[in-house]
């Protein structure tokens, strides 16, 4: 099975950046797409982005284009979420996830908190 570490998350002041990272073992990751998803404090798990398995599209909830930036290092099996010009409103668990057509793989999340 697929197994996935994510590393990156932190504290960080509103106007900040940080970017997350999920480094994939057991499987090549380029056989996955990939999501990016959050949890914020009383809220319902949400998308925040995806990228195809070879990196050819990716895609943006609303709230967050233009700011982050979804991308992918299939020969370091290594997908990123590189997050600019935080918001607080973006504090929450993030989490990676890879999907094929049969299962979804979890990172175990990484908290990432927007204060000032």
């Known amino acids: 099975q697929l197994q996935l570490v994510q590393s990156g998350g932190g504290l960080v002041q509103p106007g900040g950046s940080l970017r997350l990272s999920c480094v994939a073992s057991?499987?090549?990751?380029?056989?996955?797409?990939i999501g990016w998803f959050r949890q914020g404090p009383g809220k319902e798990r949400e998308g925040v982005s995806c990228i195809s398995s070879t990196g050819g599209w990716a895609n943006y909830t609303d709230s967050v284009k233009g700011r982050f930036t979804i991308s992918r290092d299939n020969a370091q099996n290594t997908a990123y979420l590189q997050m600019n010009s935080l918001k607080p409103e973006d504090t929450a668990v993030y989490y990676c996830n890879a999907r094929n057509y049969l299962y979804n793989y979890w990172g175990q999340g990484t908290q990432v908190t927007v204060s000032s």
């Open positions: 057991g499987a090549p990751l380029d056989y996955y797409s």
